[in-house]
């Protein structure tokens, strides 16, 4: 009678981990064989050893997206120009024009300044730090004179908000490369 009961018991066992077994297959998305291990359930004494052993596949960790954005001038020139006109130190700067080259990003401007207008003209190198974009100002002159840092500092700022509104806040950027008319950043999101 003992005995009957305790083998009942195993088989419980074995049906209630072959149903998740077959649930669990049924709703994870099917899992590459390298990657799939199998896992035994407990016994409970050593005749239910003796019983064929449940088996259930633990799905693989989802993998990252990749995200890839590949932008051309006209679609920076466009970006950029919801941050125009802007004015820094009693200089109006407006109608920006944005190149993609092979070594960077140039933006030329029209500069309202007190006696007339004349030219801005940035440069600057998109890398990847720590997963994001961050900008380098590498010149900013005004009418072909040097800007002081502090208001390079002031245009890295203006750049980088423009920058944030383009890739989404949860991509991890992995690459930026350039090439004449085109820039492209590649990363993977979650």
């Known amino acids: ?4 009961g305790l083998i009942r018991i195993v088989l419980f066992v074995a049906a209630a981990g072959a149903a998740y077994a077959f649930l669990q297959s049924s709703y994870a998305a099917p899992a590459p064989a390298s990657t799939s291990r199998t896992v035994a359930p407990a016994t409970a004494t050593a005749r ?19 995200f890839a954005l590949t932008m051309s001038d006209a679609d920076l020139t466009k970006a950029a120009a919801g941050s125009f006109p802007q004015t820094v130190s009693g200089v109006t700067v407006r109608d920006p024009n944005v190149s993609v080259e092979s070594a960077g990003v140039r933006l030329t ?14 440069t600057a190198t998109p890398v990847v730090s720590d997963g994001k974009i961050t900008v380098r100002i590498d010149t900013a ?3 072909g004179l040097a800007l002081p840092d502090s208001t390079r500092a002031s245009i890295a700022d203006t750049v980088q908000g423009t920058i944030s509104t383009l890739i989404p806040a949860n991509v991890k950027v992995t690459t930026v490369s350039f090439a004449p008319g085109k820039l492209t950043v590649q990363g993977t999101q979650p």
């Open 1 to 4: 009678m003992v005995m009957g």
């Open 48 to 66: 239910s050893a003796a019983a064929a052993p449940a088996t259930a596949t633990v799905p693989p960790r989802p993998t990252p997206a990749v």
């Open 109 to 122: 401007a029209t500069a309202q300044v007190f006696f007339g207008t004349t030219q801005f003209v940035m």
């Open 141 to 143: 002159t005004l009418a």
